[in-house]
């Protein structure tokens, strides 16, 4: 058991060993959404639990050059799949990872699946008020440098250059694997990271797919501006039009509509899992926008799967 214990140097994983998530046709559903239907799936991406924050995540921590004994330090809410993720990469690298979650429900936290998993990586949870995150994060900064230790701050989320570049990549790899441009691509989106490198990812390679983020949470204004400055980032055009919808937010970060809910509950009838946090609202959105005519009939469209079902799980 010991020699388990023991911190053996590893090499940080780097983006590229990443094998490519399927992109699969739904003929079925696409059939009665009057389209032709991909799922993209980063939900199956080779990391269990992460979705699309292993990419983000593992980008970045490549790009820092992270060595064992370095410290990671990191924040979210209780339920966050990127700080998750960082838990479990920040193990599997030897790192230690500091957690600050936000909440004011600090004895239900300690109890919740995400936090429990989380705690069994070795990571340190601190269960912080929502006011309070930054000056912990400054504390356990100047604890873990005092220590000697370098110190890796990684914004919540991973919305970091690192995370948007990461999925720029991933466009180029959805376009290898469908051999064409989709008409659209419709994905959850929350601090527009993601949605960024996909607009960045296509525009590289001259494609004018649309890419419908659907808001988890934000206003439009508000997030569509945040995936115009993740865009900024990289090379670019500040010009280009960016679809965030929030139709579909349905009040707020982790509150699902009966209708989200009802979407969840049959696509999981049709194999399809999704949760209502993100992967729901968003596969509603599409759903609308095939029946209102806002996506043409016949179009390609590819739903790009984030992954989330912890977020399921958790409620
Ligand atoms: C499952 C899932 N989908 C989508 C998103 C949104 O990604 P982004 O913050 O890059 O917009 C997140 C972010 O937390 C997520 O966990």
Redesign the pocket.
């Known amino acids: 058991m010991t020699a388990l214990l023991i911190k053996a140097p590893v090499e940080a994983p780097r983006p590229a060993d990443l094998p490519p998530s399927p992109l699969e046709h739904w003929d079925l559903i696409g059939r009665r959404l009057g389209m032709r239907l991909l799922v993209k799936r980063d939900d199956l991406l080779p990391f269990p639990l992460s979705?699309?924050?292993v990419r983000k995540l593992g980008r970045e921590l490549a790009a820092r050059a992270v060595r064992p004994g370095d410290a990671v330090i990191t924040n979210g809410g209780v339920d966050s799949?990127?700080c998750r993720t960082a838990a479990l990469m920040g193990a599997r690298l030897s790192l230690d990872v500091d957690l600050v979650l936000h909440t004011r429900a600090n004895a239900v936290a300690k109890e919740q699946l995400s936090v429990r998993l989380a705690s069994a990586t070795g990571a340190q949870v601190h269960l912080v008020a929502p006011e309070e995150v930054g000056q912990r994060i400054d504390e356990l900064t100047a604890v873990r440098a005092a220590a000697g230790q370098t110190v890796h701050v990684i914004p919540g989320?991973c919305?970091t250059k690192s995370?948007v570049e990461a999925y720029a990549d991933a466009a180029a790899e959805m376009l290898g694997q469908l051999g064409t441009a989709p008409d659209a691509v419709v994905l959850?989106?929350?601090?527009?990271?993601?949605?960024a490198g996909l607009v960045a990812g296509l525009a590289r390679a001259g494609c004018h797919s649309r890419v419908i983020g659907i808001s988890?949470a934000r206003t439009a204004a508000r997030g569509g501006a945040a995936v115009q400055e993740a865009l900024s980032w990289l090379d670019g055009d500040a010009e280009t039009p960016i679809e965030f919808l929030d139709d579909f937010v349905d009040g707020g970060y982790a509150h699902a509509s009966e209708a989200t809910r009802e979407t969840v509950r049959h696509a999981w009838r049709l194999g399809l899992p999704l949760d209502p946090t993100?992967?729901g609202k968003a596969f509603r959105g599409l759903t609308e926008l095939a029946r209102t005519g806002a996506l043409r009939p016949n179009a390609t469209v590819v739903f790009w799967h984030?992954?989330?079902l912890m977020n399921h799980l958790v409620e």
Request: glycine share 32%.
């Open positions: 979705g699309n924050k799949n990127h989320g919305h995370g959850a989106s929350g601090t527009g990271a993601t949605q988890v993100y992967t984030t992954g989330g």
